[in-house]
């Protein structure tokens, strides 16, 4: 099966009649507009199944969980480390404080010993 990465607006074209773009990305859901002539069944995969329709081998099982992926860049990163050095300079008693801290190490764990010689990075979404 192949596999295509489509932004907003993009399209891809099967054959010459048909036109597939992308047009809304909404949580685990995007819009897909369908141009084709109207001899050429156009279903989705839940209404062909109803209908009694076979679900083609090569339609691979939805996660039950979607791991969403923060875009990330080097302006994020000195962002993180500047609230990171405003924390450490902050009372360490205050609850507060210790509370923010340990929400900002749950987001972004703070690197093994090894690895801080290494930039942080993280992988960018689509």
Known sequence: M??????????????EDVVVQLDRISGDSC??????????PVL?????????GK????????????RREIPWSRSKAQALAAM?????????????????????NHMFP?????EKAEPVTMVSSG
């Open 2 to 15: 192949l596999c295509l990465n489509l932004t907003l607006g993009e399209y891809m074209t099967i054959g």
């Open 31 to 40: 819009k897909l507009m369908v141009q084709a002539p109207r001899e050429i």
């Open 44 to 52: 989705r995969g839940e209404v062909l199944e109803r209908g009694g």
């Open 55 to 66: 679900r083609p081998s090569c339609v691979l099982d939805a996660p039950r969980w979607h």
């Open 84 to 104: 990171r050095t405003l924390l450490s300079q902050m009372d360490g008693e205050d609850r507060d404080v210790q509370a923010l801290r340990r929400q900002l």
């Open 110 to 114: 703070l690197a093994q010993e090894s």
